[in-house]
């Protein structure tokens, strides 16, 4: 598996104090493996989600391998 981005949106969880959000839906690992991309990606959705009901999030997650002796 090689690296990836991934976005997470939320949204607002009405009545509830303290900003709670739910998860709404999250892209898939292979959506995403380009830096460039993920970011604007995360930009659009950003506009198409916009805050306070919704959260957009772009985590980047790092595959790392070694090798073992046997």
């Known amino acids: 598996m090689e690296s990836f981005y ?15 959000y739910r998860h709404l839906f999250a892209t898939a690992p292979r959506s995403l493996t380009d830096p460039v991309k ?9 506009e198409k989600f916009p805050t306070p ?6 985590t980047h997650f790092s595959v790392a391998g ?5």
């Open 6 to 20: 991934e976005i997470n949106v939320s949204e607002s969880v009405r009545g509830i104090r303290g900003g709670q």
């Open 38 to 46: 993920a970011k604007s990606v995360a930009t659009t959705m950003r």
């Open 66 to 70: 070694s090798r073992l002796s046997i």
């Open 53 to 58: 009901r919704y959260v957009v999030e772009l």
